[in-house]
């Protein structure tokens, strides 16, 4: 099993930065993908961003590249997605997910574990 728990999200204005943090616990990351999707009320839940925990591989949503990015420390078990020029649209519930499986995964049926989420608020 793995446990993730994500912190860093809050109300911020339009143009500004927040960064997301997601730590694991339980088993061996060694080769999980882990990721971050949203969901804004009413839309169902999107990918965000992804990356492979060993190779550091990323991948993105157009809708954020250039302006997101996701990373992680080893030592700390935690993944972080760091949000810069952010705008109304990217208001969500931020999740973060992990799976056993390598790759650019980008749906959510193939991660396994899931956060809680964290609320991201971005006014104009």
């Known amino acids: 099993q793995v446990q993730l728990v994500e912190s860093g999200g809050g109300l911020v204005q339009a143009g500004g930065s927040l960064r997301l943090s997601c730590a694991a616990s339980?088993?061996?990351?060694?080769?999980?993908?882990m990721g971050w999707f949203r969901q804004a009320p009413g839309k169902e839940r999107e990918f965000v961003a992804a990356?492979?925990?060993?190779?550091?591989?990323?991948n993105y949503a157009d809708s954020v590249k250039g302006r997101f990015t996701i990373s992680r420390d080893r030592a700390k078990d935690t993944l972080y997605l760091q949000m810069n020029s952010l705008k109304p649209e990217d208001t969500a519930v931020y999740y973060c997910?992990?799976?056993?499986?390598?790759?650019?995964?980008?749906?959510?049926?193939?991660?396994?574990?899931w956060g809680q989420g964290t609320q991201v608020t971005v006014s104009s």
């Open positions: 339980g088993r061996t990351f060694s080769t999980y993908t």
């Open positions: 990356l492979m925990w060993v190779s550091g591989v990323t």
């Open positions: 997910a992990a799976t056993p499986r390598p790759g650019r995964l980008v749906l959510t049926t193939q991660y396994e574990y």
